[in-house]
């Protein structure tokens, strides 16, 4: 079985682009992080750059770890890293991070945040991974139904939504990790919320089929950042990597 990739990644209005993505060599580590507007400029960049800068200090092919424990390792060494950074900068250097591993024919992952990763089966697109958002706890006692969680949400501004989504750094990391196995003509899609934020799951695995993994993403983004101008007139960052197994 053999297998393709293909990533990219748009700036987006501000200017400042704080999303960024690896893909390893070998196609076997994949990461996509996305560097919180509320880190400031300077910080959203800096976090992105230090989850690529440890993944290639840590690497896979050479770590002697199973894909459950390098990931698990890798996440606890990105977020005790950028919590020495943020003390240095005296400021919250955070974000969210996708992490894939492929070997062996098992697919082992993990999210923290609102980037979205997305499995094809071969039958239906599904979310992966998922985390939990803060005070869904609220949810799980009975406090409130995931209808007001959401509402209240949604009633908010928009720069307070991150207030209930999950991070890098964290004192205690809120993550899970998943594994799949892998079968010819499976895909997979991570992108980022610029992303995700116009375009459905769906629709972005119907585009990589028609036109292929570069030309798929590059419209994407195109078709992305055209809807999100429309709606509100500027645009975020837009990143995204797709993989597909092949016989």
Not at 126 to 148: F, H, L, P, S, V
């Amino acid at each position: 079985m053999n297998i393709i990739s293909y990533g990219s990644s748009c700036t987006g209005s501000s200017g400042v682009n704080g999303d960024i993505y690896y893909i390893s060599p070998d196609n076997k580590v994949f990461i996509l992080a996305d560097g919180a507007s509320g880190a400031g400029e300077a910080g959203k960049v800096l976090m992105g750059e230090i989850c690529i800068e440890m993944v290639k200090s840590f690497d896979y092919s050479t770590s002697n770890l199973d894909a459950k424990d390098y990931i698990d390792k890798l996440l606890w060494k990105i977020n005790n890293r950028l919590i020495e950074v943020s003390q240095e900068y005296k400021k919250l250097v955070f974000g969210t991070i996708d992490i894939a591993v492929f070997d062996k024919g098992i697919l082992t992952i993990t999210t923290i945040g609102d980037s979205p990763v997305f499995y094809f089966d071969g039958v239906e697109v599904k979310r992966i991974a998922k985390n939990k958002k803060k005070y869904e706890w609220m949810i799980d006692e009975g406090y409130i139904t995931r209808d007001q969680y959401e509402g209240y949400i949604k009633n908010m501004h928009h720069m307070m939504w991150s207030c209930f989504d999950c991070f890098i750094p964290d004192i205690v990391p809120n993550y899970i990790i998943e594994q799949y196995e892998v079968k010819p003509n499976n895909a997979l899609f991570m992108c980022s919320d610029g992303m995700s934020d116009w375009i459905s799951k769906e629709k972005i695995f119907d585009m990589l089929n028609r036109f292929g993994l570069k030309d798929g993403i590059e419209l994407l983004i195109s078709e992305s950042k055209k809807l999100a101008n429309n709606a509100q007139n500027y645009f975020d960052d837009i990143t995204a990597i797709a993989v597909k197994w092949i016989e």
